[in-house]
């Protein structure tokens, strides 16, 4: 797979759930289909529930990685944007 570099960047470790996923969806909403937002979330609910929600709302999980640089207990996930649902063939 080749290097991308993200379209955007969100950080919403100081966020608890659901919030979480709808700060994701909004900046997901704010990118081209096929580009890729940068989200840091902290360990526990955040980290299952964004990937979880991103993919079943259409969306890839390119990478979710540990990201110690960013603090202690963060993490790193890059989603990539799916087509918007109505552009979708299925339900």
Do not use: F, Q
Not at 2 to 11: F, G, M, N, S, Y
Not at 27 to 51: F, K, M, Q, S
């Amino acid at each position: 797979m080749t290097a991308r570099i993200p379209a955007a960047r969100i950080d919403i470790r100081a966020h608890a759930c659901p919030v979480t996923w709808v700060k994701a969806r909004i900046a997901l909403g704010r990118i081209a289909e096929g580009e890729v937002l940068e989200v840091l979330l902290v360990d526990g609910e955040p980290r299952e529930n964004v990937p979880r929600s991103a993919e079943e709302d259409g969306h890839r999980v390119v990478r979710l990685e540990p990201a110690p640089e960013e603090g202690a207990g963060t993490w790193r996930a890059w989603l990539e944007r799916g087509a918007p649902r109505e552009e979708r063939t299925w339900p």
